[in-house]
C-alpha cells in the first residue's frame, strides 16, 4: 500500500509508502518496475486502476536567473583562487 498525491489530470505529484500525505490517495495496485527509482513529479499518472508514465510528461525547464553582485564577487573570488593554485603548482614544479 502506498498513498500518491495527484493533480488535475491525474499525474503524480508526490508518494509515501508510510504514513500520509495532505491530499492524498491511497493506492494498492501494481507499480512499474521502475517507479520508484525513476520518479519525477508528474512522469507517471494514475490511469484507471493502475500507474503507469504519463506520455504528457515533459522535463522541466530550470529557469535562469541574472547573476547577482555577491555572484560576481564568489565568481572572482574562486577564480582568484585556481590562479593562485595553478601558480603554487608551477613554482613546487620549478623547484
Request: proline share 5%; with cysteine; charged share 35%.
Amino acid at each position: 500500500m502506498m498513498r500518491i498525491v495527484l493533480d488535475e489530470q491525474k499525474a503524480i505529484v508526490s508518494y509515501v509508502l508510510i504514513g500520509d500525505v495532505e491530499g492524498s490517495v491511497e493506492y494498492n495496485g501494481e507499480l512499474p518496475d521502475d517507479f520508484i527509482t525513476s520518479f519525477k513529479p508528474m512522469l507517471f499518472k494514475l490511469q484507471g486502476d493502475e500507474i503507469v508514465r504519463n506520455p504528457d510528461y515533459c522535463e522541466p525547464e530550470t529557469p535562469m536567473r541574472d547573476l547577482t553582485e555577491q555572484d560576481k564577487i564568489n565568481a572572482y573570488q574562486f577564480k582568484m583562487n585556481l590562479d593562485f593554485k595553478k601558480q603554487l603548482e608551477e613554482m613546487r614544479h620549478d623547484e
